[in-house]
């Protein structure tokens, strides 16, 4: 369990920081194996957190399959069961990317 933890989470952040890099509203990625969290944010400068939409994505998400939540005021929190494979992290991580993708496109 350890050993997949370690690699998929790995993957994981790996993942999530090309996302933070494409979009900017994902303005803080952390954590450690594979219990990881993605801050969204309204300005990238100031960091301010952006509640509202971090909720549209969590509800973009359930709708498309993916059950994810927020922790504290906008950070949306990763924590796959310690035996997911890769295939279905990065089905999950396409799921998460359309709905940022999304929101972030109607963010101007």
Partial sequence: LLENATKQGTHLAS???EM??????????????????????KDLD????????????MTKCFKRGLAIITSGKSTMRFVPPLVITRELLDACLDVFEGA???VAGSVR
């Fill in 15 to 17: 993942r999530l920081k």
């Fill in 20 to 41: 933070q890099r494409r979009y900017p509203i994902l303005g803080d990625v952390r954590g450690k194996g594979l219990m990881m969290g993605a801050e969204i944010v």
């Fill in 46 to 57: 100031t960091k301010q957190p952006a509640p509202e939409l971090a909720q549209e994505i």
């Fill in 100 to 102: 940022v993708k999304e």
